[in-house]
């Protein structure tokens, strides 16, 4: 065994959750921010690495807001249902094929939506307030100037910021920046996360097993987990317990965070810390949580490398304290919670030691968060019938019923830069 083997020997001491997510923030920092240019179609939900700086008015020219007819404003004052003012019908303004003469005293162009104002005119008079009587019409509505006018930068202007860098590309943002021509956007790289799955018992799910073997979930939950936090999924791979599949595994380049899920603890077949160890660091290996404690962080080159436990809770617990806040600030997104939170009372009371996180599943039920009553780090159903989780942290010896309490739901996400 070398020194940094454990196995069989058991944790001799293990990090706090604040000393692992330091090393892990710091980690993470020390790689390069990584941009691609890419087409807007594919810019949803990524994270804008460069502000977008309009080169153009929008609109682009002063253009009708209604259907009906440009006049100058001043030639309806007093019209009326009862004093209809006439006007001669001198041309029509269509969208992209404006009217080509001046609009002079007298005389009104019919306008559709989007269609550009005729110079000379300063209003619009919607078709409700009109009646066309042979070459003329009959305006029944005083308008102001620049009634129903949508002018020229009004929505966007020339040199002004349209998007912020660090925006998550929503929808609306991405047709803004349609709406000023720009077809690519600079936007920050997705991380590649490698899942590798391990454990000789693990069956995949739509195959046959025999007595004493498992069906395999990590990777389903990953798969999910990864893609929510804007990482790609690179592969999971399904590796037999051997030191020397985990060891290609691990080496192969193409991943910038790599997971394992299993062989995380002190077991004899638990290849991988001693391998991550030795073909890289790491630091964090044991961490002083429930569940997840056999949880390990290193790197390997430039990969940050997660050990996820593999009992199925504890793989998404850690998941969610470690690896997914290390892929969501891969690809410019905060490191904090993906989840929406609600504060309510606590149904019943949380047992926990000091020195110690807990992650504890509750379900909210009458305004009150209730701690699950069977909730161990294999009962994976405990986290589907669990709207959300509470955090206990280090300093607290558990919390009594009624203390409030901050429950992260699992099903309300909730995504920030
Ligand atoms: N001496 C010690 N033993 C253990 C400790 C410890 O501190 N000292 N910690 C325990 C805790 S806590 C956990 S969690 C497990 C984690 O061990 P591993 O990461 O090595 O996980 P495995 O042994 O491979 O699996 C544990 C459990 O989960 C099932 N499993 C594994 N992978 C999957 C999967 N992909 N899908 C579904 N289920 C999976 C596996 O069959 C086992 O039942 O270590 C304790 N031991
Ligand atoms: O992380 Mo293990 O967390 O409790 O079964």
């Given at each position: 065994?070398?020194?940094?083997?454990?196995?069989?020997?058991?944790?001799?001491?293990?990090?706090?959750?604040?000393?692992?997510?330091?090393?892990?923030?710091?980690?993470?920092?020390?790689?390069?921010?990584?941009?691609?240019?890419?087409?807007?179609?594919?810019?949803?939900?990524?994270?804008?690495?460069?502000?977008?700086?309009?080169?153009?008015?929008?609109?682009?020219?002063?253009?009708?807001?209604?259907?009906?007819?440009?006049?100058?404003?001043?030639?309806?004052?007093?019209?009326?249902?009862?004093?209809?003012?006439?006007?001669?019908?001198?041309?029509?303004?269509?969208?992209?094929?404006?009217?080509?003469?001046?609009?002079?005293?007298?005389?009104?162009?019919?306008?559709?939506?989007?269609?550009?104002?005729?110079?000379?005119?300063?209003?619009?008079?919607?078709?409700?307030?009109?009646?066309?009587?042979?070459?003329?019409?009959?305006?029944?509505?005083?308008?102001?100037?620049?009634?129903?006018?949508?002018?020229?930068?009004?929505?966007?202007?020339?040199?002004?910021?349209?998007?912020?860098?660090?925006?998550?590309?929503?929808?609306?943002?991405?047709?803004?920046?349609?709406?000023?021509?720009?077809?690519?956007?600079?936007?920050?790289?997705?991380p590649f996360v490698r899942v590798i799955?391990?454990?000789?018992?693990?069956?995949?799910?739509?195959?046959?097993?025999?007595?004493?073997?498992?069906?395999?979930?990590?990777?389903?939950?990953?798969?999910?987990?990864?893609?929510?936090?804007?990482?790609?999924?690179e592969s999971?791979?399904?590796?037999?317990?051997?030191?020397?599949?985990?060891?290609?595994a691990l080496?192969e380049p193409g991943a910038d965070v790599i997971l394992?899920?299993?062989?995380?603890?002190?077991?004899?077949?638990?290849?991988?810390?001693?391998?991550?160890?030795?073909?890289?660091?790491?630091?964090?290996?044991?961490?002083?949580?429930?569940?997840?404690?056999?949880?390990?962080?290193?790197?390997i080159g430039n990969a940050i490398v997660?050990?996820?436990?593999?009992?199925?809770?504890?793989?998404?617990?850690?998941?969610?304290?470690?690896?997914?806040?290390?892929?969501?600030?891969?690809?410019?997104?905060?490191?904090?919670?993906?989840?929406?939170?609600?504060?309510?009372?606590?149904?019943?009371?949380?047992?926990?030691?000091?020195?110690?996180?807990?992650?504890?599943?509750?379900?909210?039920?009458?305004?009150?968060?209730?701690?699950?009553?069977?909730?161990?780090?294999?009962?994976?159903?405990?986290?589907?019938?669990?709207?959300?989780?509470?955090?206990?942290?280090?300093?607290?010896?558990?919390?009594?019923?009624?203390?409030?309490?901050?429950?992260?739901?699992?099903?309300?996400?909730?995504?920030?830069?």
């Open positions: 065994m070398s020194p940094q083997d454990i196995r069989m020997s058991g944790f001799q001491s293990r990090s706090t959750v604040d000393e692992a997510l330091a090393w892990l923030d710091g980690a993470v920092q020390e790689i390069p921010q990584q941009v691609e240019e890419i087409s807007l179609e594919l810019s949803h939900g990524r994270t804008l690495a460069e502000r977008v700086v309009s080169q153009i008015d929008v609109p682009g020219f002063d253009r009708s807001a209604m259907d009906g007819y440009a006049v100058i404003a001043d030639e309806t004052t007093g019209a009326s249902d009862y004093n209809p003012i006439r006007l001669q019908v001198v041309g029509d303004s269509m969208p992209s094929n404006g009217y080509s003469g001046e609009i002079r005293s007298g005389q009104a162009v019919r306008t559709m939506t989007g269609a550009p104002i005729p110079r000379g005119a300063s209003a619009v008079v919607p078709a409700e307030y009109t009646e066309v009587v042979d070459d003329n019409v009959l305006i029944s509505l005083t308008v102001g100037q620049f009634k129903h006018i949508g002018r020229t930068g009004e929505d966007i202007q020339i040199g002004g910021t349209v998007v912020d860098a660090g925006r998550i590309l929503r929808p609306q943002d991405v047709a803004v920046i349609a709406s000023i021509g720009q077809a690519k956007v600079t936007v920050r790289k997705q799955i391990t454990g000789n018992e693990l069956v995949r799910p739509g195959e046959q097993k025999r007595p004493h073997q498992i069906y395999e979930a990590n990777s389903s939950l990953l798969s999910g987990t990864i893609p929510r936090d804007g990482g790609i999924l999971v791979r399904f590796i037999e317990d051997s030191e020397s599949a985990i060891r290609n080496l394992v899920s299993g062989g995380s603890s002190v077991g004899a077949e638990d290849f991988a810390p001693g391998l991550v160890a030795r073909l890289g660091e790491l630091p964090i290996h044991g961490v002083a949580m429930r569940p997840s404690s056999p949880t390990g962080l290193g790197r997660v050990l996820l436990p593999g009992n199925p809770v504890s793989c998404l617990c850690a998941y969610d304290f470690f690896a997914g806040r290390a892929i969501r600030q891969l690809a410019g997104r905060s490191k904090s919670w993906p989840f929406r939170t609600i504060e309510l009372p606590l149904g019943r009371k949380i047992a926990s030691a000091i020195g110690r996180t807990d992650y504890c599943r509750v379900r909210v039920e009458a305004g009150k968060a209730i701690p699950l009553a069977i909730s161990g780090a294999s009962i994976l159903s405990s986290t589907t019938r669990a709207d959300g989780f509470v955090i206990v942290p280090a300093a607290s010896e558990g919390l009594p019923a009624e203390t409030p309490v901050t429950v992260l739901l699992y099903s309300e996400l909730f995504m920030t830069n």
